[in-house]
């Protein structure tokens, strides 16, 4: 075959028409859970403004140092989101979801897009699926969003997967800890990675997230920031665990668990596959609850948590599970002449109308073609006509799986086909 002339950018991917099944099956089972757990979507703009993504995930972080896709029109800045929980927060301050009263339990399914190096689960413009729980501190909100992220897995039958969980305190633990790691660290500096050494100033807990050899025998024995904890992060993580507990979810505690952006505090998790191969992470989340604030608006603790739909379907293929109904209509008209085409034309609407997908033959094929059309299409009926079926109002009404044919008039077929 031909070379493309033109071709998707590097790390982006078309999916195509036999891969929306699978993508629409996912979907519609996360609307469906969502609507379950109360859960309300929402929908921004694929564009934000580069400063709410810097301010709101953090400067050094790598998706904003490395990862944005970003472009200036004008005096305006955009990106493209990397991610969608700085983008919800500010839709929430903007809008004053606030005052909808209550917490605000919203969900969303959407592309993202970092340029990363592209591999087996990581590409440029990727979908995920998650949840912000805005304005609740308690840890039933930390509980039901890790609940609905777990549920989605487990209905899909993705069993084999390992839920870790750690707490990176409130800021006061943090600095704390964040002192006592930096005094562990300080008489082997010289053998950290650079990148590493960058982080030890500004943003030491990054390291222990470091894929570098050189830091790895540094981070396996670093003091744990669990033992940093103040009363109230100590209590917060107590309740999480104590609530996973109560719901039968099995957790690991992971005290060198840090996450990718700046906001988070309290509680961090992520959800890991061993089926997925290096890039091992389906989700992860956690609380911020200073984000909102960060951003304008007026402290709000908030819960969250974001899963990749690509590395998702992967594990379904590894595990042999499948999504989606296999292509498929239910009537396929097969014309003889232009009597009879005309016939047809008029005819699909009605069948549409009774609740039955159907569709023929656009190409002006001949019979013999229009059958195996049908068949490739996997129909499972075809109405065959030609200027005798139209002279006597009976129709040959195929049943393809079962290669059974009837003469019927179109209200007799409308009729078997039932509604
Ligand atoms: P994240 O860990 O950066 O968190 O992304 C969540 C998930 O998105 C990852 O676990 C992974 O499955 C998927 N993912 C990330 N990058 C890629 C990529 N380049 N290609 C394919 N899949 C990818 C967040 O995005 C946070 N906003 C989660 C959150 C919500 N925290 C609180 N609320």
């Excluded at 592209?118 to 912000?132: C, D, I, T």
């Amino acid at each position: 075959m031909a070379q493309a002339k033109y071709t998707t950018h590097l790390g982006m991917v078309d999916i195509l028409p036999d891969e929306t099944r699978k993508w629409q099956a996912l979907e519609n089972l996360i609307r469906t859970e969502a609507e379950k757990f109360n859960f309300e979507e929402i929908r921004t703009p694929i564009m934000e403004q580069t400063e709410l993504i810097v301010r709101g995930l953090g400067q050094l972080t790598d998706i904003v140092s490395k990862e944005i896709f970003a472009f200036s029109r004008g005096d305006d800045n955009y990106v493209l989101r990397p991610e969608l929980t700085a983008p919800v927060v500010r839709s929430y301050v903007e809008n004053h979801l606030d005052q909808r009263g209550g917490s605000q339990k919203l969900y969303y399914i959407g592309p993202m897009f970092r340029a990363e190096r592209p591999q087996k689960g990581r590409q440029r413009q990727f979908h995920q699926f998650g949840v912000e729980v805005l304005g609740s501190d308690d840890a039933v909100a930390d509980v039901e969003v890790i609940s609905f992220m777990i549920q989605i897995y487990n209905k899909l039958g993705i069993k084999n997967t390992t839920l870790k969980i750690n707490s990176i305190g409130d800021p006061e633990s943090r600095d704390k800890y964040k002192e006592a790691l930096k005094a562990y660290l300080k008489p082997n500096f010289d053998k950290l990675s650079e990148l590493s050494k960058k982080r030890y100033e500004k943003n030491p807990l990054r390291i222990l997230d470091s894929k570098e050899e050189e830091d790895k025998p540094f981070i396996e024995s670093a003091p744990v920031i669990t033992d940093y904890l103040n009363e109230a992060s100590k209590s917060h993580y107590s309740k999480v665990k104590e609530y996973l507990t109560d719901v039968g979810i099995l957790f690991e505690e992971d005290p060198y668990l840090v996450r990718g952006m700046d906001y988070y505090t309290q509680t961090a998790f992520e959800l890991i596959s061993p089926d997925l191969g290096a890039q091992d992470a389906l989700a992860g989340g956690g609380r911020y609850d200073l984000l909102v604030e960060e951003i304008g608006g007026q402290p709000t603790p908030a819960v969250g948590f974001a899963a990749g739909m690509e590395r998702l379907l992967i594990a379904c293929d590894e595990l042999g599970i499948t999504l989606g109904d296999e292509k498929s209509v239910d009537v396929y008209i097969v014309t003889l002449g232009d009597a009879a085409r005309r016939w047809g034309v008029s005819k699909l609407p009605e069948l549409r109308a009774n609740g039955h997908s159907a569709t023929m033959d656009y190409m002006g094929r001949s019979m013999k073609a229009q059958m195996k059309d049908a068949n490739r299409e996997n129909a499972s009926y075809a109405i065959i006509v030609g200027d005798n079926e139209l002279n006597e109002g009976k129709f040959t009404f195929r049943n393809m799986k079962e290669s059974e044919e009837s003469s019927l008039s179109f209200d007799e077929i409308l009729g078997k086909l039932g509604n």
